[in-house]
């Protein structure tokens, strides 16, 4: 499967602007609400029309601005999964996924038996989209885009409207799905760890724009910048300038740190993940007295708001372990910065 995507967009605030390919993978976008990545599907699944630009899949022209083709959405042969699953609600679960099926009559009832045992669906064909659960929703709306023979899968936060434990029984299942699905995905979300598990690679969209796209440990380690490594989940940044090759000045944290990497010349930012940090029993390179802001208890861990002492530096964030906050409150704190963590950022 290979997806070639270039379209550009006019929206009310910003202009949507993306290029990407995508190839036997799932591929996920990962931006904060409003930053285009829905449109981007919708664009793709013929929903909305860009202003200008090329989609092509599987060597078929699904959009060509200079060419006049726009193919109507019934003919991409695109599956989408909305966000609030856009069942039928004046149809039963089975007619749901006959709608969406393709082939002889035989053909389409033979994959939709398929689909509500696949789905645990068996029994509620005849129930309503609003007698079902919001599990069996989601699991029905998937029977039916994949009754669809759809070349593509597009998911549109598709655990945004369900609980905790619910979510995860159906990324379980997501998971599985897309591992015996030969073709390919394309994921829209705004939670890190949703798009880590589950894609293979990441594209970061900010308002309109995609700012950097990379394997998931790339992406992760590496975020390239401010907005990527903000939506990967980094609660410490702070303003920064170069002071030598191997040196900077976190200005924000009024500290001077060393770097494992070469300190670029350009350097606006740097990072580091609360869980990064590590406790001390004394002063040392990159290791500096902390006086503690405030405590805030969190399910399984502390998070300890902490700034160097005696400045008067923004608060940084540092998770730790209950039971070995409780061993060091109280104490002298002393807390490490190490150089191969920091996130270096040029924009």
């Known amino acids: 499967m290979e997806l070639d995507v270039s379209i550009r967009k006019r929206l009310r605030d910003y202009e949507l602007s993306v290029d990407f390919a995508v190839k036997n993978e799932v591929f996920a976008l990962l931006g904060a609400s409003g930053c285009g990545k829905s449109m981007t599907l919708k664009c793709i699944a013929g929903i909305e029309r860009p202003d200008e630009g090329r989609i092509v899949l599987n060597r078929r022209t699904l959009f060509d601005s200079k060419a006049g083709i726009n193919l109507p959405p019934q003919r991409r042969r695109v599956g989408y999964l909305f966000q609030n699953y856009a069942l039928f609600p004046n149809m039963t679960i089975a007619e749901n996924i006959l709608f969406g099926a393709v082939g002889s009559e035989a053909e389409k009832r033979a994959k939709m038996q398929d689909s509500l045992k696949r789905f645990d669906l068996q029994g509620l064909e005849d129930a309503y ?53 030969d ?20 594209g970061v969209m900010n308002r309109g724009h995609l ?41 924000e944290w009024d ?52 700034r160097r002492a005696g400045s008067q530096g923004k608060p940084i964030r540092w998770e730790v372990d209950k039971d070995f906050w409780q061993s060091v409150a109280g104490r002298e704190l002393y807390l490490y910065f190490p150089p191969e963590q920091l996130i270096l950022l040029e924009r």
């Open 129 to 181: 989209p609003s007698e079902l659960s919001g599990g069996q929703q989601q699991r029905a709306a998937f029977a039916r885009v994949l009754s669809s023979a759809a070349e593509l899968l597009l998911l549109d936060e598709p655990f945004s409207a369900l609980d905790s434990f619910l979510k995860w029984q159906m990324e379980l299942e997501l998971m599985d799905l897309l591992q015996s699905y």
């Open 183 to 202: 073709d390919a995905a394309i994921l829209v979300s705004h939670d890190r760890n949703e798009v880590y598990r589950l894609a293979s690679r990441i």
């Open 211 to 251: 700012e950097a796209m990379s394997g998931r440990h790339e992406l992760f380690h590496q975020p390239q910048t401010l907005a990527a490594t903000l939506l990967t989940g980094c609660k410490n940044v702070s303003s920064a300038r170069r002071e030598g090759e191997k040196t900077l000045r976190a200005e």
């Open 255 to 306: 500290l001077s740190l060393k770097a494992a990497d070469d300190v670029p010349a350009g350097l606006k930012y740097v990072g580091l993940r609360a869980h990064f940090l590590a406790y001390r029993q004394g002063p040392g390179e990159n290791t500096f007295r902390m006086e503690v802001m405030k405590v805030i208890e969190d399910t399984f861990s502390y998070l300890v708001m902490v």
